[in-house]
């Protein structure tokens, strides 16, 4: 199911390079970890959920990359970028092979069901 996004075509000319530059960097080091790591968890400082998926991955052995960018009270706009790019409105984001499998509870249910573990070795074989 496509997510709607604004169109360019309704984005005015003068301010389609300043929407589609702005803050780009942060999206770029996300993409580059996740094309090179199996599995990604972006998040921030003080949120007790990126925190709940780390101890998650590390009891089920499951070697990952994380990010971290602010906290509650800083770096908040950066992060808007990464919501408005993956369409997942909270921390942690989690990657697994390239695909965005949601947060910490999400994470979990994935390990508890098995599912992880599936997606992992489909990967390697691939």
Same mark, same amino acid.
């Given at each position: 199911?496509?997510?709607?996004? %604004?169109?360019?075509?309704?984005?005015?000319?003068?301010?389609?390079?300043?929407?589609?530059?702005?803050?780009? /960097?942060?999206? /770029?080091?996300? #993409?580059?970890?996740?094309?090179?790591?199996?599995?990604?968890?972006?998040?921030?400082? #003080?949120?007790?959920?990126?925190?709940?998926?780390?101890?998650? %991955?590390?009891?089920?052995?499951?070697?990952?990359? &994380? %990010? /971290?960018?602010?906290? &509650?009270?800083? /770096?908040?706009?950066?992060?808007?970028?990464?919501?408005?790019?993956?369409?997942?409105?909270?921390?942690?984001?989690?990657?697994?092979?390239?695909?965005?499998?949601?947060?910490?509870?999400? %994470?979990?249910?994935?390990?508890?069901?098995?599912?992880?573990?599936?997606?992992?070795?489909?990967?390697?074989?691939?």
């Amino acid at each position: 199911m496509p997510r709607a996004t %604004l169109s360019e075509d309704f984005v005015h000319p003068a301010i389609r390079e300043r929407v589609s530059g702005l803050n780009r /960097e942060i999206v /770029e080091e996300v #993409q580059g970890a996740v094309a090179a790591n199996a599995v990604v968890v972006v998040g921030m400082a #003080q949120n007790p959920a990126p925190k709940r998926a780390r101890k998650a %991955l590390d009891a089920a052995g499951v070697k990952y990359t &994380y %990010l /971290e960018f602010g906290s &509650y009270l800083g /770096e908040w706009r950066r992060r808007n970028a990464l919501k408005m790019w993956t369409g997942w409105p909270t921390f942690p984001m989690i990657f697994v092979n390239g695909v965005l499998v949601g947060g910490a509870d999400d %994470l979990v249910k994935l390990i508890d069901s098995g599912e992880l573990k599936t997606l992992l070795a489909a990967e390697r074989s691939a």
